[in-house]
């Protein structure tokens, strides 16, 4: 075997191991629209600066993909990048070294963002994607090597390198000069889009949407997004062209909606705190901006800022708080955020109960709190040193049955702390995993007859802390997600169970965010 086959299988392996990679996370269609629009946004800015030699932002924008998606998307985006922007250039035996260098910048990316939590100022940003580029710079200079000098040993590899080092600084100058320019407004862009785009394929938006009459907005940045996966067909799959489980509910919620902007607990039901608040964390949850949504011009902002200003029950003041960040309020709004904090106690737990205490942190870490401060890490604490022998977590107290709904409460707080992989969140994940009923579903106690709400909140959990559920199936099941899919109309709706024919917003509204494969969003873009 010579080096130049040895170095195609490598780069062949490579190219296949991060597409898989990039299919076993079952990209929706919001994420095939965005990720398509990076790389054609990467390749678009390849050719627009082809007069100037390796002066590209290229690697720029590959290297955020990565940042703020994720190493699979950030591969695929610098990977495709190459491929599309050789349809002018030239293919040939450096294409697929250009795609996999180009990859492996979106996952140079990824690792940065997963390393500073996705928080990065625009000097170190810019001084990221410089070396970026010398990276890649240096595997271009591989793939010479490999091609052309062959055998001739490391001293050939230097004398090429010193010969391309012109080229090198360039592109890392110019990487450094694009993101001191462009970097964070772009971050921030694709950030937010990665929370609020959402692209229907085969039916148009709800009535009135974008419009007075209520709907969910989309972004201009949509109409690029067609474009681009049209011309990018061969790398969408056919489903992505159908109207989701996820978009049905949420045209459920845009359609139930009440002309003041909250919700009841049915479609023309009053309005009131508890069914506005889930609808509003449920559509945030599944990418959707929920100030958006509107009824008669109206949306869930003024309630939202009533309802901060009168909680005082624990359970209030911790729903609203998650539904205010949700909609990317400030947590001070009506001193929501002092009597959060007021009401921990100093052993960190919210009224001493494990199920408060659960959704206490999560609201601290939607208001901004690090995962690192004493509050988080105090309440953190105190949950995991109440976790039962099972695995599972009680509503009150250790030693008390295990409950799949608190245990999911709990297990998402444990991650939202950091503490995912620990081994408090491992026997959760194994409690949960192992209480799953054979009709797909999860019960409210064990042995139990399933419901919507326990399996989309077992499903949230699992995802929080990086399972995915689409491949927890116990004893041959059927998935959590299959099993609330069965419990869909066709309007979009979630029954409770399958003895039941109620339709509450508040299950709807959780089955979004499940079906969306989402967790409780903590991690809020502000305003």
């Not at 086959?5 to 996370?25: K, M, N, P, V």
């Not at 290229?58 to 940042?67: E, K, N, R, S």
């Not at 994940?429 to 999860?442: H, I, T, V």
Request: charged share 15%; glycine share 12%; aromatic share 8%.
């Amino acid at each position: 075997m010579n080096w130049e086959f040895a170095a195609l299988a490598i780069l062949a392996a490579a190219l296949i191991s991060g597409f898989a990679w990039y299919e076993r996370t079952h990209p929706g269609s919001r994420m095939l629209a965005l990720v398509a629009t990076m790389a054609g946004l990467a390749a678009i800015g390849r050719i627009a600066f082809a007069p100037i030699p390796n002066v590209k932002p290229t690697t720029d924008i590959i290297f955020i993909a990565g940042f703020a998606l994720g190493g699979a998307p950030g591969f695929v985006v610098g990977a495709v990048a190459a491929l599309a922007s050789n349809l002018l250039f030239g293919q040939g035996p450096w294409t697929p070294w250009q795609m996999v260098a180009w990859g492996l910048c979106g996952v140079f990316g990824a690792l940065i963002g997963r390393a500073t939590g996705q928080q990065i100022g625009r000097v170190w940003l810019a001084l990221l994607c410089g070396i970026a580029g010398l990276g890649f710079g240096a595997i271009m200079d591989g793939s010479i090597w490999v091609t052309y000098a062959a055998g001739q040993g490391i001293t050939q590899y230097l004398a090429i390198s010193a010969t391309s080092l012109p080229f090198n600084i360039a592109h890392a100058v110019g990487n450094v000069v694009f993101a001191l320019a462009f970097g964070p407004a772009l971050l921030r862009a694709v950030m937010r889009y990665r929370t609020r785009l959402e692209v229907s394929w085969s039916e148009p938006p709800p009535r009135g949407a974008a419009t007075e009459g209520g709907g969910v907005a989309t972004a201009p940045l949509a109409v690029i997004a067609v474009a681009l996966v049209v011309a990018a067909a061969a790398f969408v799959p056919a489903s992505a062209q159908a109207a989701s489980s996820p978009l049905r509910a949420a045209r459920y919620l845009v359609a139930a909606q009440n002309s003041d902007g909250g919700w009841g607990a049915s479609g023309g039901a009053p309005s009131n705190a508890v069914q506005t608040s889930w609808a509003v964390v449920g559509l945030a949850a599944a990418g959707y901006d929920p100030l958006s949504v509107r009824r008669r011009g109206r949306s869930p902002l003024t309630l939202l800022r009533t309802w901060a200003s009168r909680a005082r029950t624990m359970a209030d003041i911790e729903r609203t708080a998650l539904a205010l960040a949700a909609a990317g309020l400030s947590p001070s709004t009506g001193g929501l955020l002092t009597r959060l904090k007021r009401s921990q106690r100093a052993d960190g737990s919210f009224a001493g109960l494990i199920n408060l205490t659960s959704y206490g942190l999560l609201a601290l870490r939607a208001s901004g709190s690090s995962a690192r401060s004493s509050s988080v890490r105090k309440a953190a604490r105190w949950i995991t040193q109440r976790q039962n022998r099972d695995g599972g977590f009680n509503f009150a107290r250790r030693g008390g049955s295990s409950s799949i709904d608190d245990t999911a409460g709990a297990l998402q707080a444990i991650a939202a702390a950091g503490l995912s992989r620990g081994s408090s969140a491992q026997r959760a994940g194994r409690y949960l995993a192992a209480r799953q009923n054979r009709d797909g579903g999860y019960p409210l106690q064990a042995g139990g007859l399933s419901n919507a709400q326990s399996a989309a909140l077992a499903v949230q959990a699992l995802v929080a802390v990086g399972r995915n559920p689409d491949r927890q199936r116990r004893r041959g099941a059927r998935s959590p997600l299959s099993y609330i899919r069965s419990l869909q109309s066709s309007g979009g709706s979630v029954r409770y169970s399958r003895g039941s024919s109620a339709t509450p917003v508040w299950v709807t509204s959780q089955s979004l965010a499940a079906l969306a494969k989402r967790a409780l969003p903590v991690k809020i873009i502000r305003r």
